[in-house]
Every structure is written in structure tokens, then in C-alpha cells.
């Protein structure tokens, strides 16, 4: 199983990055999976080389097949008026319109109030309904309050990502948190052809 982790956030340190960072190690506790991180502070000077798809060079097409290949994304944006960054929508218009259908994501964000939290639901949710992809029900919010110098030290936000989690692999049936591997061979079949697609 492949995880991929992407920070939307474009620059460093983040509170966004933590927030990924958490959700994958939480997940990780539970299965044996290969994880991986895009930092977009590192990749979209890559990405923004290509207008198209079929413009990448060779690295921009490795984040890309990285994202198409994963059989579990964890997606954070910090809010940035009013949506997730340009540099992540950027990506996204790069991935094939094909390659997340009935993958699992995790959506996680960070803001400045509590109300630019309603942008998991009306902004970011969207996007991945456009993929086909199945978006866990619980998201991840954390203002920077919740923060002590990057390090998330507010439970509540803790045991939202716990939940979050939690809800992953009610809908992955086939993850075996005790075995760590996909447990049923119809299923390891069907992750496989996706991830192909």
C-alpha cells in the first residue's frame, strides 16, 4: 500500500506540514504501507514549468505518477483566501481526471478563525468529488493557536485526526491493521488495477 502525503502549503516551516506529518504517522501505526511527502514548496517551482500535463519534464512527471499511483492520499492547504493555494490547484490540474477514482483521502487544513474551516467542505471536498475519489468523512482542521512553535500540542484537533483515522479504515476493509497488508485477494486486485489507471 502507498501513502502520499501533500503539503499545499508554500512555505516553510508550516503548520500545515505537521499537520500531514501527524495524520501519516498515525496511519502508519496501523499498516504497513510505503509513505511519501510532496512539499509544494519544493515542487510546484517544478510543476509550474508545465501549463499541461504533457509539458512535464521528467521530475514534474514523477510527482505527478506519485500522486496517480498512491492508493491513499492525506491533502493539506493552509486557507488562503478563501480556497486551498493556487500551487496546489496546479497540481491537481496536472493529475489525469482518471487516476483517483475510488481512492481514499484524507482532507486537512490550517486557517486564522474557525469559520475558514467551512473550506474543507466547500472547497476541497469538490475537487476530489470531481476525481471520483472517496473523501473520509472526518477532516482536519487546526488554527494556529492550536500550535506551539509547529508542534500541534491542542488534543481536540489530536483526537479529530484520531477519528479521521479511524474512519480511513472503516472504508478500507481490506487493510488489516493487525496483518499490516491488504488481507483479501479481490480487493488487492481491484487497488492494483486502479493504481495502474
Do not use: C, W
Amino acid at each position: 500500500m502507498r501513502i502520499l502525503g501533500i503539503n499545499g502549503s508554500v512555505k516553510q516551516p508550516s503548520r500545515t506540514a505537521t499537520l500531514v506529518a501527524e495524520l501519516l504517522a498515525r496511519i502508519a501505526q496501523r499498516v504497513t504501507a510505503t509513505t511519501e511527502v510532496v512539499e509544494l514548496t519544493e515542487a510546484a517551482p517544478i510543476l509550474f514549468q508545465a501549463l499541461r500535463a504533457d509539458q512535464l519534464g521528467k521530475n514534474g512527471r514523477a510527482i505527478v505518477e506519485a500522486v496517480e499511483g498512491a492508493d491513499i492520499l492525506v491533502v493539506g492547504s493552509p486557507v488562503y483566501r478563501a480556497s486551498y493555494t493556487g500551487a496546489l490547484k496546479h497540481l491537481f490540474d496536472l493529475v489525469d481526471f482518471r487516476a483517483l477514482e475510488g481512492k481514499r483521502v484524507v482532507l486537512a487544513a490550517t486557517g486564522g478563525t474557525p469559520l475558514h474551516g467551512l473550506m474543507l467542505e466547500h472547497q476541497f471536498r469538490p475537487l476530489f468529488g470531481f476525481f471520483g475519489a472517496v473523501t473520509i468523512p472526518t477532516t482536519v482542521y487546526a488554527l494556529e493557536s492550536d500550535f506551539t512553535e509547529y508542534a500541534l500540542t491542542n488534543p481536540a484537533v489530536e483526537a479529530r485526526i484520531e477519528r479521521a483515522v479511524a474512519e480511513l479504515f472503516d472504508l478500507l476493509p481490506a487493510a488489516s491493521p493487525a496483518g499490516g497488508d491488504l488481507a483479501h485477494p479481490a480487493i488487492r486486485l481491484v487497488l492494483r488495477e486502479t493504481a495502474a489507471n
